[in-house]
């Protein structure tokens, strides 16, 4: 069974840090690309970032890029998203999710249950 | 990038009744790549469709999804109790994943 798991949300300060993580079960965690997905409270879902699967290429949504890194250590199974610099506007519920590929086009078939991110003074 | 406009917002409908829900994209997308999620409250989206019309592992064939070119559509034939909750389509495009606002089903 395919298994998700966010850690590591909180409450932060505007300008401060937070390192998300995800481990991974359940499949073969070095064969996928990995996202992350966030969804602002009452909001839609906005796809944050993703990483290929031996990590040497990574996308970002423009809103986030030169503040969050996303990272992966398929030693352990695990995903990071690094942020800095965070903005009231970053305050969300962040998915991991595993991204499948049919053709060439990507999607999102398995998605863990979110770690809330709050950035408030 | 392209923009998915889903329609309509809220959809009051009943258990056992039909529903029709849409997701335009601004420009014509690429050989129906195009999915669907359910969102139901508080819990992780799941993923219904991809490939416009391909139905994921586990989802009931009450789910369908139509469409092509910058029209697409997500029906389902009869709604469950459980099928209350909001949709979103998605589609990939020059290293981006972009989400419709997405349609609430409600009671």
């Known amino acids: 069974e395919v298994q998700l798991v966010e850690s590591g949300g909180g409450l932060v300060q505007p300008g401060g840090s937070l390192r998300l993580s995800c481990a991974a079960s359940?499949?073969?965690?070095?064969?996928?690309?990995m996202s992350w997905v966030r969804q602002a409270p009452g909001k839609g879902l906005e796809w944050v970032a993703s990483i290929k699967q031996d990590g040497s290429d990574n996308y970002y949504v423009d809103s986030v890029k030169g503040r969050f890194t996303i990272s992966r250590d398929n030693a352990k199974n695990s995903l990071y998203l690094q942020m800095n610099s965070l903005r009231a506007e970053d305050t969300a519920v962040y998915y991991c999710?595993?991204?499948?590929?049919?053709?060439?086009?990507?999607?999102?078939?398995?998605w863990g249950q979110g770690t809330l991110v709050t950035v408030s003074s | 990038e392209i923009v998915l406009t889903q329609s309509p917002g809220t959809l009051s409908l009943s258990p056992g009744e039909r529903a029709t829900l849409s997701c335009r994209a601004s420009?014509?997308?690429?050989?129906?790549?195009l999915a669907w999620y359910q969102q139901r409250p508080g819990q992780a989206p799941r993923l219904l469709i991809y490939?416009?019309?391909s139905r994921a592992t586990d989802i009931p064939d009450r789910f369908s999804g139509s469409g092509s070119g910058t029209d697409f559509t997500l029906t389902i034939s009869r709604l469950e109790p459980e099928d209350f909750a909001v949709y979103y389509c998605q589609h990939y495009g020059s290293s981006a994943w972009t989400f419709g606002q997405g349609t609430k089903v409600e009671i």
């Open positions: 999710a595993r991204v499948r590929r049919w053709l060439q086009f990507y999607y999102f078939d398995y």
């Open positions: 490939g416009a019309s």
């Open positions: 420009q014509s997308v690429s050989s129906s790549y």
């Open positions: 359940g499949f073969t965690f070095s064969g996928f690309w």
